[in-house]
């Protein structure tokens, strides 16, 4: 089971702050740093300095780490239209030497788009829109060179566009989650490579991720060729005084955690890991991090828990 850095920024982040997170995964030995993509914090924190954006962060770490993965969980298709975030995200992957994976939902905080006069559209139209934006984004990265794209939808429309730049990578990896019982699946079955379910319990992971190999069977692709993965949010500690103190630094309680998340000593941990692989099929897990300062957490987690995982 790989393990994955994700990162809050809107609770209260830096560039810098992020650097070095990134930073520290890279050299622990994690497969990837990934980040939310939202302009607006959550809760009683104070946010400050502010949000970050996750392309121009991602076109800076880029080019200040050397091996570790970048991502989004996920992009918010509410922000940005298709050719453009295409662009953006070819380049970011083209300054990474090809370490890009690209995560998109449908925007959902409306709270963000008003305080930012940004259109929220009712779930509706919001889906319809994501379902196209994945069509042009990927429809623009798979035109060959030389060759024009166009699209006509209902909402967005391209005509002879050059579909430049190109991702450095043949194909960037595709992310697809949530927990819709319909559409979600046969979106993933269409396009994803990876499919994620995001601080959700394990008997709801099993449903899901068979709706996702239904969907995928239904269309004749194999469900195999999806990775699954879950986001959890993690307090681990050497013992359950450094697992208490964690906890209490994020605002949340233990025993709530070691429920809903992962929260304990690294033997619990990767138990509690353990028990997911067996029942979802998991073989990839994002971990959120909401304190960016505790960089001994991270470090810890590399040492204690991830060698049990690959044995």
Aim: hydrophobic share 40%; net charge negative; with cysteine.
């Amino acid at each position: 089971m790989e393990l994955r850095i994700f990162t809050e920024p809107q609770q209260g982040a830096s560039y810098d702050d992020l650097l070095r997170v990134a930073r520290t995964a890279e050299d622990a030995g994690y497969g990837a740093f990934f980040r939310s993509d939202h302009y607006l914090k959550m809760g009683s924190v104070d946010g400050l300095p502010g949000p970050t954006d996750p392309w121009i962060t991602f076109a800076g770490l880029a080019r200040e780490t050397r091996t570790i993965r970048l991502g989004t969980l996920m992009t918010a298709a509410t922000f940005r239209y298709p050719g453009p975030l295409a662009i953006s995200v070819a380049q970011v992957d083209q300054m990474s030497g090809g370490r890009v994976e690209f995560g998109l939902g449908a925007g959902w905080y409306e709270a963000e788009h008003t305080a930012y006069g940004l259109p929220f559209p009712p779930v509706r139209e919001r889906f319809e829109r994501y379902e196209e934006q994945l069509d042009i984004i990927t429809g623009l990265w798979g035109t060959p060179l030389g060759e024009t794209y166009s699209f006509q939808g209902k909402h967005y429309q391209l005509t002879d566009s050059p579909a430049l730049p190109k991702p450095a990578q043949a194909r960037i990896p595709v992310l697809i989650g949530g927990q819709g019982v319909k559409r979600t699946p046969a979106l993933a079955a269409k396009h994803a490579d990876e499919f994620n379910l995001p601080f959700v319990g394990i008997d709801f992971a099993v449903e899901q991720f068979a709706r996702v190999d239904a969907a995928c069977r239904e269309i004749g692709r194999d469900p195999a060729e999806i990775t699954r993965s879950a986001a959890l949010v993690v307090a681990v500690g050497k013992d359950d005084a450094e697992v208490s103190r964690r906890a209490d630094a994020i605002g949340r309680e233990v025993d709530e955690l070691r429920l809903n998340g992962l929260a304990g000593t690294p033997a619990e941990v990767v138990q509690r890991l353990g028990e997911w692989r067996e029942r979802t099929g998991i073989s990839r897990v994002y971990l959120q991090v909401l304190d960016l300062s505790d960089l001994d957490h991270v470090e810890l987690v590399a040492s204690e828990v991830a060698p049990q995982l690959r044995s």
